[in-house]
């Protein structure tokens, strides 16, 4: 048995769904670029990073792994784990978590 070539309609296929990936993922890294805080991005200036996100699959590839902080400026690996809260707000608390409410009871 012979080795089956791809028909040129899958070839066709393929190359768009290819080419439609790497501008998806251009414009989400484009865009993710664009709404990071200044003082989020890491190794270059923000604006080196804007140009460099338009070179097609490296520029997005390059700013998802390096140019951003972790998880939008949160907390680090070291500062996470259980019993430990990110600084800054916290969420709405239930009144049986509040120690005020408690205490009025």
């Known amino acids: 048995m012979g080795v089956s070539h791809p028909s040129p309609k899958e070839v066709a296929v393929l190359r768009v769904v290819l080419i439609a990936l790497v501008v998806f993922a251009t414009i989400y890294a484009l865009v993710d670029c664009l709404q990071t805080d200044r003082r ?3 190794i270059m200036p ?19 792994v390096a140019g951003r902080s972790d998880a939008r400026g949160g907390p680090g690996p070291a500062s996470r784990g259980p019993g430990r809260r990110p600084p800054g707000p916290r969420g709405p608390m239930g009144p049986d978590d509040d120690p005020d409410f408690l205490r009025k009871l």
Not at 54 to 63: E, H, K, N, Q, T
Request: net charge positive; proline share 9%; charged share 10%.
């Open 40 to 42: 989020l991005v890491r």
């Open 46 to 64: 923000k604006t080196v990073w804007l140009i460099a996100v338009l070179v097609p699959v490296l520029g997005p590839v390059f700013w998802l």
